[in-house]
């Protein structure tokens, strides 16, 4: 059953301090239009930039995930993507007048609360997923971070948790689709070590964190002069040690509320792929390093799937508009240079040409012997005398004229090219031809693969006898 894509009805706002800069930032959320996904906008820059939730634009994952993009930066992203992604928006956008999103209470929930004010509504577009086929793993052996994603038919996660800690323990959290993350997950707050609490407050660190929006885990003594130290720092009366180990906190909200928090953190990170995601993944101790690293996986994924998609079908068995003696009417390249075999389609503005790679060409002997490679080079030259065509098609008597290729830019090799490989050449004039100068951007496959993208420039001209005497001149005299 298909579903539509979401965005929320009404601008809503709220406002807090960033946990590291202490920076008062307001958040203001707004409708998106389908397939924007979501992109923050800091109002409070000159141009007011956006920054795409990219995992492209990550710039730092430490003690949280920041983007950056068109010169500018935004923080702490991950509670806010958890609360639009826990709630199935697919769009929006989000405006802040700082550069980190603010802490709250360490949660998802404020933002959650907030989007449900603002309302949720259907929009005409049909969700798109990204819909796992293969297992997908990621290792960080010096973390000790493992995560392995299979396919399923909906978003599942679980996460476990280890630090070694007698307090923490180990703990394990999970949710089977979704739906359950506003109830399950997104009141779970941030937690910190104690010893992590001190060294980033040495650091001058957590400007705008409290005892309101984390859970400190104390796992060693705490003496008295400590406790007057944090009491200080915290601008709290009395600090204490309380149930298991936890700082002047409250009750839990749940008995593995860091594991659940780790698990929202997760969700938010995997949010800038660009996507939802159907897959189960199960990670052992996340963190944001972890997180964006396995997101760059399978974007990458994606991405690939993108590129077999919009790769182009061509018949490779249909009669040929040009075989390789119509060929050579049109071009002066002979064997061994001649690089095109067929020419499968030629219109106004672009041609279609195909080179089968045998083992027999004469550049495998010395390129390179026992790994043989077709050079880039070569490739580019078939590219061109492929578009050669399609610039000779524009003057009434080609077998007068040569393309002579003047420039050639932003080439990019993607695969190699081997033995019993079919290389096809699509390529587009991009502009009409002026004083016969032309440009045309031309891709080679191999399959669904992209072998080769370049823009190329040529200009078409006469031919010239071999005494150097121009046709034009000859002309003229008779």
Request: some cysteine; proline content about 5%.
């Amino acid at each position: 059953m298909s579903e539509k894509q979401r965005t929320i009805k009404n601008p809503v706002s709220l406002s807090g301090r960033g946990l590291h800069t202490g920076i008062l930032t307001t958040v203001t959320f707004k409708a998106a239009p389908v397939n924007h996904w979501f992109k923050f906008q800091r109002v409070d820059l000159p141009g007011q930039p956006l920054i795409d939730a990219d995992v492209d634009n990550v710039k730092n994952t430490e003690r949280g995930t920041s983007l950056e993009q068109n010169g500018a930066k935004i923080a702490t992203t991950e509670h806010v993507l958890a609360a639009l992604v826990g709630l199935g928006i697919d769009n929006a956008l989000i405006e802040v007048t700082g550069p980190e999103i603010p802490i709250m209470d360490g949660s998802s929930k404020q933002f959650v609360d907030a989007l449900e004010k603002a309302g949720i509504v259907e929009q005409e577009a049909e969700r798109t997923y990204f819909e796992l086929k293969d297992n997908l793993t990621y290792e960080d052996n010096e973390k000790h971070i493992e995560m392995l994603a299979v396919p399923q038919d909906t978003f599942r996660l679980t996460v476990m948790v280890d630090y070694n800690s007698p307090v923490l323990g180990t703990q394990h959290a999970a949710i089977y689709n979704t739906s359950e993350f506003k109830k399950e997950i997104a009141a779970c707050r941030t937690f910190v070590f104690l010893h992590e609490l001190e060294i980033l407050l040495s650091h001058n660190l957590i400007k705008g964190g409290d005892m309101d929006n984390a859970i400190v885990l104390v796992d060693r003594d705490l003496p008295r002069e400590k406790h007057e130290y944090l009491a200080k720092v915290f601008n709290k009366p009395n600090i204490e040690v309380k149930g298991k180990g936890i700082l002047n906190n409250t009750q839990l909200k749940f008995f593995n509320e860091p594991a659940r928090h780790k698990l929202l953190d997760m969700v938010g990170d995997l949010a800038l792929v660009g996507m939802p995601i159907k897959a189960h993944i199960l990670a052992a101790r996340p963190g944001h390093s972890g997180n964006v690293a396995f997101a760059k996986k399978i974007k990458e994924v994606i991405k690939k799937e993108k590129a077999k998609k919009a790769a182009p079908r061509f018949n490779l068995n249909a009669e040929p508009l040009m075989n390789v003696v119509d060929i050579m009417k049109f071009l002066p390249h002979r064997p061994p240079f001649l690089l095109v075999d067929k020419i499968l389609e030629l219109g106004p503005t672009h041609v279609v040409g195909i080179k089968n790679v045998t083992m027999n060409e004469y550049f495998f002997e010395g390129h390179y012997p026992g790994n043989p490679i077709m050079p880039g080079v070569l490739q580019i030259e078939a590219m061109a005398q492929t578009g050669g065509i399609l610039a000779l098609k524009s003057v009434s008597n080609p077998e007068d004229y040569l393309a002579y290729f003047m420039k050639i830019d932003n080439v990019r090799f993607r695969n190699q090219v081997v033995p019993g490989d079919t290389l096809v050449f699509r390529l587009e004039m991009s502009g009409e031809i002026r004083r016969g100068i032309f440009s045309m951007k031309g891709t080679a496959y191999v399959g669904d693969k992209i072998a080769t993208e370049a823009e190329l420039m040529a200009q078409i001209s006469r031919k010239r006898p071999s005494n150097g005497t121009s046709i034009e001149k000859i002309m003229a005299k008779k």
